[in-house]
């Protein structure tokens, strides 16, 4: 990509629950920025969203789009991206994209900046953006894998609604409302009631009984890891939290790792917050994650079960470190 003292910049998807925080997330880390060109459907096209103090005009995504766009942030779905993704490569863009469209393509790099940034050069036009469940755990572990080499993780989540996008964060909301106020309980975008519930379920189901969330984790792990010996386990869960993912994960290493070595670690790793003294009360919570940048950790425990087992907690803003930021973080990378 050629050098320039500003960039033009085309968001696809830029009314989204993501998308709207990438016009901020940019906005706040001053990324040389040209233009920036939001782009969406027919639904939203013609609007306005804002962009730090100015509010830009919603263009269209049609296959003109991408003339003279230099970085475009996708994240408007997997099928927007599979049909989008190779017209603005063509007409000279390096995509960023946020869907699962590309993640496992060997042609496409897996990003995560604090764990394979090198990764980044191979790439043939498209960069992908791991899943949000992924980020957090990857940026949390790889440390302790440099150090310990682990052999297996067993991880079950905590996802956000913001994770399903705006209409997921609506349903929330206006089931809360109907709970409270006993009414009947309306369900659009999940199967059930999400509201005062939770549901071992996210994404589609496969026919091994793993749903394909629970899989990325696998897949998207090895990859970005550069490591396809770690055994790894998933049980995704949606809860009813509005933003921020939580982790609960187990790890067994090839070398020991005490609690005081693995806090060590963490306290010096990149992107990682550590927040643990359970004497204080203090653990990461998803509702203190909300407009942060970190992967907060806590409770971090010897699994006693086996003799070189350890358990975290994990949180992070979904919307931010699992999606904008880290797509930002790339395209800063990118630019370097
Ligand atoms: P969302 O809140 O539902 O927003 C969807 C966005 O896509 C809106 O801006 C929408 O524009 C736009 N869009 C939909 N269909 C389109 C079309 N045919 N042409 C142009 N624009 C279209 O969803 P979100 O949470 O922001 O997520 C968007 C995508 O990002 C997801 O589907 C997923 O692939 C990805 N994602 C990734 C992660 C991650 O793990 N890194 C996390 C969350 C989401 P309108 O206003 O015109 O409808
Ligand atoms: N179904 O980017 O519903 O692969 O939380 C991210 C989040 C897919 C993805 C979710 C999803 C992705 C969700």
């Known amino acids: 990509m050629d050098k320039k003292s500003a960039y033009t910049v085309a968001v696809v998807g830029a009314t989204g629950a993501v998308g709207t925080e990438m016009l901020a997330v940019l906005k706040e880390r001053k990324f040389p920025v040209d233009q920036v060109i939001p782009l969406a459907s027919s639904k939203s096209a013609g609007g306005e969203v804002p962009f730090g103090d100015d509010d830009i005009k919603i263009k269209l995504l049609t296959k003109d789009s991408f003339q003279g766009v230099d970085i475009a942030l996708f994240s408007a779905g997997a099928n927007v991206s599979k049909e989008y993704a190779p017209v603005a490569v063509k007409a000279g863009a390096v995509v960023i994209d946020n869907s699962s469209a590309w993640r496992m393509d060997p042609q496409v790099p897996l990003v995560v900046p604090e764990v394979n940034p090198h990764d980044i050069a191979k790439h043939q036009g498209i960069i992908a953006n791991p899943n949000c469940s992924t980020i957090q755990m990857v940026v949390a572990l790889k440390p302790l894998h440099d150090q310990a080499k682990i052999i297996r993780i067993i991880v079950s989540t905590y996802q956000s609604v913001s994770g399903t996008g705006k209409e997921a964060m609506d349903e929330l909301a206006e089931q809360c409302r109907q709970m409270l ?150 395209a800063e990378e990118l630019v370097k």
């Open 181 to 330: 106020n006993f009414e009947d309980i309306q369900s659009n975008v999940y199967p059930h009631q999400i509201a005062f519930n939770c549901l071992p379920h996210i994404d589609d189901f496969l026919p091994t009984g793993y749903t394909k969330e629970e899989m990325k984790m696998v897949d998207e792990t090895r990859k970005i890891m550069g490591d396809q010996s770690i055994g790894i386990s998933a049980t995704t869960v949606r809860v009813p939290v509005f933003v921020g993912h939580a982790e609960s994960i187990n790890i067994e290493t090839e070398k020991k790792l005490s609690v005081a070595e693995a806090r060590a670690i963490l306290s010096m790793a990149p992107g990682v917050q550590l927040f643990d003294d359970p004497s204080r009360n203090l653990y990461p919570l998803q509702i203190d994650s909300v407009g942060t940048d970190s992967v907060f950790v806590g409770r971090i425990r010897e699994d006693e079960s086996i003799p070189n087992g350890l358990n975290l907690w994990v949180v992070a803003d979904n919307l931010r470190k699992g999606a904008a930021l880290n797509a930002v973080q790339i």
